[in-house]
């Protein structure tokens, strides 16, 4: 398109209307042989007719900036290069998948390690408060008072977080944390990562002083805990690419817009050629592209 500008330009150069640095306007009649004449009738050996023909549809480094900042690529499209601005949205749409599928595996994997945890009417596979608080009772001499019924840790008429009073459990705590109430994120996160909580599980040897005995279902938990927290960290790493890619492509977009620019300087200008007995003016067009 701007070739055809170009060309068109040329053709119908010697029908602008030509101003020189003194004011003097000349009307070119479109014959080379004709405004050779016209113009030399009017030459100033201290002044040369120029005309410089500048690229009419410039691009704002600024907008493109601003454009690719909101939108990866949209910048690249307005400065026209299109390969880029599909690299950019390529690559847009592969971070923001990859951290919606990795913060969606995340979610289901702790949705899973917390049923896991909360399966109070399997015995086998959880982690019981009411368990956790039989141990202090027992092998650290908490106040009984811990548990308000004396059901079996492994009763199911209620949730074991609704058979104890928190207050009571923490104040017996020894260890170094105190156990959040159940739901919490603190909660899940320490049952599965101190040992101090490892008398809750169920499958704790009974009348076992040794909190430091890590029993399989503690391990199992943590492992699951642990993939959880691999599939945030993806989801994590991912958003941040989000915003490197938003600041990449609003560099790049800034830096085409002023190669777009320089991409084509057109310098059209009469040239005068001194003969024995006069001076004619023939006009020029100089033309750069880069690439």
Same mark, same amino acid.
């Given at each position: ?47 040369? @007719?120029q ?11 600024i ?22 601005a ?5 690559l ?10 990795y913060d969606?595996?995340? &979610? ?11 399966? =109070? ?12 608080? !039989? ?9 009984p ?5 004396n059901?079996?840790?492994? !009763?199911?008429?209620?949730? @074991?977080?609704?058979?104890? &009073? ?6 017996s705590e ?6 959040? @109430? ?5 909660? =899940? ?6 040992h ?27 492992g ?5 927290? !691999? ?14 890619n ?5 560099? !790049? ?7 777009f620019?320089? &991409? ?6 009469l ?11 023939? @006009?020029?067009?100089?033309?750069? =592209?880069s690439?």
């Amino acid at each position: 398109m701007k070739i055809i500008q170009l060309i068109i330009l040329v053709i119908f150069f010697s029908s602008i209307l030509f101003s020189q640095t003194n004011d003097n306007q000349i009307l070119l009649s479109g014959n080379l042989s004709t405004d050779s004449k016209l113009i030399l009738n009017n030459y100033n050996e201290s002044v040369v @007719p120029q005309f410089t023909y500048p690229v009419s549809d410039k691009k704002s480094p600024i907008l493109a900036g601003v454009l690719s900042l909101l939108i990866p690529g949209a910048g690249e499209i307005y400065t026209e290069e299109y390969l880029k601005a599909g690299i950019f949205v390529a690559l847009e749409a592969a971070v923001i998948t990859t951290a919606v599928v990795y913060d969606g595996k995340g &979610d289901n994997k702790t949705t899973e390690f917390q049923n896991y945890a909360d399966a =109070y009417t399997n015995p086998e596979h959880n982690w019981n408060v009411v368990k956790y608080a !039989d141990w202090l009772i027992n092998e650290k001499g908490a106040d009984p008072n811990i548990r308000k019924d004396n059901l079996p840790w492994d !009763d199911t008429s209620l949730p @074991p977080w609704e058979r104890v &009073d928190w207050n009571l459990l923490n104040s017996s705590e020894t260890g170094s944390h105190k156990l959040p @109430p159940h739901g919490e994120q603190q909660y =899940y996160e320490l049952i599965g990562k101190y040992h101090q909580f490892s008398p809750g599980w169920n499958d704790f040897p009974e009348n076992q002083p040794n909190h430091d005995l890590i029993s399989n279902n503690f391990i199992i938990y943590s492992g699951m805990r642990g993939e959880a927290n !691999d599939f945030y960290s993806v989801a994590s790493t991912a958003v941040i690419g989000i915003y490197v890619n938003h600041f990449l492509s609003a560099l !790049d977009a800034v830096w085409s817009a002023t190669q777009f620019n320089k &991409d084509l300087a057109v310098k059209v200008r009469l040239e005068n050629f001194q003969f024995a007995d006069h001076v004619e003016f023939y @006009p020029k067009i100089y033309f750069t =592209y880069s690439f």
